[in-house]
């Protein structure tokens, strides 16, 4: 039989262990900041309230059924972070992948100039390499 006292079970948590809502706290402050736009801006990917808005920012609670899938569905970061507390693999979005694209393409393109800039009498066979695989095979014209 359980103890009568008290209203969590004993060993329920880790002491010192962040819990849920600061954890969501941290990553909304992160990306939107404490500011009166953040409250905003969480009230309009949600249609939650201003204060529920101020509690999750500042991790007194955490958002909870519609309002987490909501936020999963607007933050890349909320997103990342309820898989890491499930235990679950981070699955790496598509708006990720295309920022990380267009930064290694204009790497290779910068790339190309000071290539161009250091030996300007290579034939343009021989230049920007990199833009092949960038281009999925097809070279440049």
């Known amino acids: 039989m359980f103890p009568k006292t008290g209203k969590k079970f004993p060993g329920d948590a880790d002491i ?27 009230m309009r990917w949600t249609g939650a309230n201003e204060r529920t808005a ?5 991790g007194s609670n955490g958002p909870s059924g519609e ?3 909501q936020l999963m569905r607007n933050s ?7 898989l890491r507390l499930s235990h679950r693999p981070v699955v790496v979005s598509n708006r990720r992948l295309v920022e ?8 290779a393109d910068l790339l ?13 066979t ?5 833009t092949i695989l960038l281009n999925q095979g097809r070279p440049e014209t």
């Open 100 to 107: 990380v694209r267009n930064s290694l393409q204009g790497t």
């Open 54 to 58: 101020k509690n999750w920012l500042s």
């Open 16 to 42: 010192g262990a962040p819990t849920y809502a600061a954890l969501i706290a941290d990553v909304l402050r992160s990306e939107l900041g404490n500011s009166h736009r953040a409250h905003k801006t969480l």
């Open 126 to 130: 021989m230049q920007a390499p990199q």
């Open 67 to 69: 309002h987490l899938l």
């Open 76 to 82: 890349d970061e909320v997103f990342e972070c309820v």
């Open 112 to 124: 190309s100039e000071v290539i161009d800039v250091q030996c300007p009498s290579r034939p343009k």
